[in-house]
């Protein structure tokens, strides 16, 4: 058995302390800092004001003119250390995520492995930031591409993924040249100041990182807006909603600033009369249901063959009914609390709509768990058409069912959303999942093939389409948004051919 836990508030300052977390940082601020797993209070932080923001990219922009001309292997030297802080705060920092998040346990340490990973990829990038050689017309020319590091990077990240998202931005901003500076979200800053730690522990074992390199702004949206504003901050990585994407994105492009956005998903999966439904049922379960829905890739609408509609229903039905809600922190728990009121309050609502739209709804209804934690068996609703409410991103468990034989009309239905982050579909007919991932498929910026929309390896470039933001992060890459490309022609010879044949003899 698991319970009685001791109560987060106990278990946050032991683990605060225990990840080298400066006791001023998370005591007497103004900001509460809450667990969903109980809605108690667990830290009061300080908020940083935009002045403090301003003082903080001015430290990151000396940093950079450092850090810019420090060998890229080097670099990668920093984040081999942290990676190494990382793997050895991993169970405490992972214990965090849960507190802080209400992820389960092995979703926490799933989060800080990806953290890991990323350091890893680093690390190795560190030694690949290649150019190419590109052939010339001219006669005794050289063309070449070279990267370099592009300046302060203002990352503004989301609570469900605390900290993971900062780690796929700095190990890479970092390898690339370039300092730092992070607004994490305001449910969530204890893991913020945890990472935070963590960095400058490895760069005090690296030895030469200059001041400034990484900083954490807890705050509300004044800091994230004066770090929109600032003329230093090269490129802006902003993860959240789309209505946060349309504030951030017009502010970064009026000054000409990079954006790198993971906004909204509304990710479908398609099931064909020739998938595996064990398969399919298990990879539905895990996209829909997991982290209590509140990833950017879950999965919130299943288009299904008349087919398999049934006997998929039936099976997904009884794991809806029998997977166990509760506090995080228990063994077997697999569905953990959301965020807070207003994502319940959201919730709610869309399956009022849902009904009001012709959907049936099974679920979707608070369950008992502890304290003033807000728990919610998922929803899984039939709907009878893609109406408004299936339209519209609502951050919660909600997955809607829509009935589809025709294989073109269903991928018609995945691509008819406005966003365009993930999707997936299940068949084991080659052409079905063949065209599902061509040019005339799945509009996403990720479409996988018998496995569920969420939970992406960082090897690949995360991100998608639409009103998703167009944004790339972590593997592939996605490392060039971090750099400014320079194309360098140069003549080693006696001569001054122009392109063009163009002449101009003075
Ligand atoms: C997010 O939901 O914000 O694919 C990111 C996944 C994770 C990342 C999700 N690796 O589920």
């Known amino acids: 058995m698991n319970a009685p836990w001791q109560g987060p508030l106990a278990e946050t300052e032991a683990l605060l302390t225990k990840l080298g977390v400066d006791q001023r940082l998370w005591t007497g601020g103004a900001r509460a800092a809450r667990s969903p797993i109980t809605g108690e209070i667990i830290a009061r932080v300080h908020d940083a004001s935009p002045d403090e923001c301003r003082r903080a990219i001015a430290a990151a922009h000396d940093a950079f003119l450092i850090w810019r001309a420090v060998p890229a292997p080097r670099r990668g030297e920093l984040v ?172 970064a492009a009026a000054r000409f600033a990079r954006v790198l956005l993971e906004l909204g998903g509304n990710n479908a999966a398609i099931v064909r009369p020739t998938a595996d439904l064990d398969i399919a049922v298990r990879a539905i379960a895990f996209a829909a249901m997991g982290t209590a829905g509140q990833r950017c890739t879950t999965l919130r609408r299943l288009i299904v063959h008349e087919d398999v509609l049934e006997p998929l229903m039936s099976r997904l039905e009884r794991a809806y009914a029998s997977v166990q809600i509760g506090d995080p922190r228990d063994t077997g728990t697999l569905i953990g609390p959301l965020i807070d009121e207003a994502a319940w309050q959201a919730m709610s609502r869309a399956l009022d709509d849902a009904r009001a739209q012709g959907g049936q709804v099974i679920g979707g209804e608070r369950v008992d768990g502890p304290g003033e934690g807000i728990y919610v068996r998922p929803a899984l609703v039939r709907m009878p058409a893609q109406s408004e409410v299936v339209r519209r991103e609502t951050f919660a468990p909600i997955l809607y069912v829509l009935a589809s034989s025709d294989m073109d009309e269903a991928i018609a239905l995945n691509n008819d959303v406005a966003q365009g982050l993930s999707s997936a579909i299940f068949t084991n007919d080659v052409r079905e999942s063949e065209k599902f991932c061509s040019a ?67």
């Open 80 to 251: 081999r250390l942290l990676g190494d802080e990382l793997r050895a705060a991993k169970s405490e920092l992972g214990r965090l995520v849960t507190l802080e998040a209400g992820k389960t346990v092995s979703e926490g340490l799933g989060e800080v492995q990806e953290m890991i990973d990323i350091c890893d990829y680093a690390v190795g990038l560190s030694r690949q930031l290649f150019g190419l050689a590109i052939a010339t017309e001219r006669p005794e020319h050289r063309m070449a591409e070279t990267w370099h590091p592009l300046g302060v990077v203002g990352v503004i990240s989301a609570f469900n993924f605390p900290v993971a998202v900062w780690s796929w931005n700095s190990a890479l901003a970092l390898v690339c040249g370039d300092p730092v500076v992070w607004k994490p979200s305001e449910k969530t800053p204890l893991t913020a100041l945890a990472v935070q730690a963590a960095f400058e522990r490895a760069a005090q074992k690296f030895g030469e990182a200059p001041a400034g390199l990484s900083a954490v702004l807890v705050g509300g949206r004044e800091v994230g807006e004066a770090l929109v504003a600032d003329e230093r901050v090269r490129l802006v990585s902003a993860t959240g909603s789309t209505a946060m994407g349309r504030m951030v994105g017009p502010v």
């Open 440 to 506: 005339v498929g799945s509009d996403c910026g990720i479409a996988n093939v018998n496995i569920g929309p969420s939970g992406a390896e960082i090897g690949g470039a995360f991100g998608g389409e639409k009103e998703t933001g167009g944004g790339r992060e972590a593997g592939s890459d996605s490392w060039k948004a971090y750099m400014r490309r320079a194309t360098n022609t140069v003549n080693y010879g006696r001569t001054l051919p122009l392109a063009q044949g163009v002449k101009f003899d003075i």
